[in-house]
């Protein structure tokens, strides 16, 4: 690997375990930004678009999209927009160019120290900022079986059992859009301890940090 670091997506659907991943690479000396965070930070750098334009649809549902502080209540603001498929694109358009910016600033700063050996970011959906995701050079799709990963999610977030399986039917193609990207990609099966995880990856940095 030359002086640059390298560029890494560590994605794979819910409760697979990118986060353990993520925090692996990031004990091991990169530079890790998480692409669920940006998100929210764009948010609030685009809440007054955001208030202009679904204010009305919250107010007809009796939904108060803006905290006492004057931020967004993202809660609030997912059950407007998830209930249909035009709202959410249009938020998208608001909230994903800000992520991006966000990311690509993380980016190029943390490229100029040559000290790391690379920049991850953790992200299930990088694939909808498709310029982000052409800088990428290498992606970690962390998966596990569904089963597996459905037991994770009960315990991790307490979900109800048809928000989990919405949330997996919304995934249940992942793999194939970043197999479409020009990064080379390795899946991991994230099936047993962090320490089992851990050593996988080690396995696979090793190829590509030599």
């Not at 962390?142 to 928000?163: E, H, N, Q, T």
């Amino acid at each position: 690997m030359g002086a640059v670091p390298l560029i890494l997506c560590v994605t794979g659907p819910m409760a697979a375990g990118k986060n353990a991943a993520a925090s692996i690479l990031e004990q091991r000396g990169y530079a890790c930004i998480d692409a669920d965070l940006a998100g929210h930070t764009a948010v609030e750098n685009a809440r007054e678009k955001i208030f202009e334009r679904f204010a009305g649809e919250a107010q007809k549902n009796g939904i108060v999209l803006k905290n006492q502080d004057g931020s967004v209540n993202r809660r609030a603001l997912g059950e407007v927009v998830f209930s249909s498929p035009q709202l959410l694109r249009e938020l998208e358009s608001i909230v994903y160019p800000e992520t991006g910016r966000i990311i690509r600033e993380f980016i190029e700063e943390k490229q100029k120290d040559s000290s790391i050996p690379g920049v991850v970011i953790n992200a299930a959906v990088l694939y909808k900022t498709p310029d982000i995701l052409s800088q990428v050079q290498f992606i970690l799709y962390v998966d596990a079986p569904l089963i597996m990963r459905y037991f994770r999610a009960r315990k991790r977030d307490g979900m109800s059992c048809k928000k989990i399986l919405d949330r997996f039917a919304s995934q249940r193609d992942l793999f194939a859009k970043y197999q479409n990207s020009n990064a080379d990609i390795q899946r991991v099966w994230n099936t047993g301890s962090r320490q089992r995880l851990e050593k996988k990856i080690i396995k696979i940095l090793a190829a590509l940090e030599s």
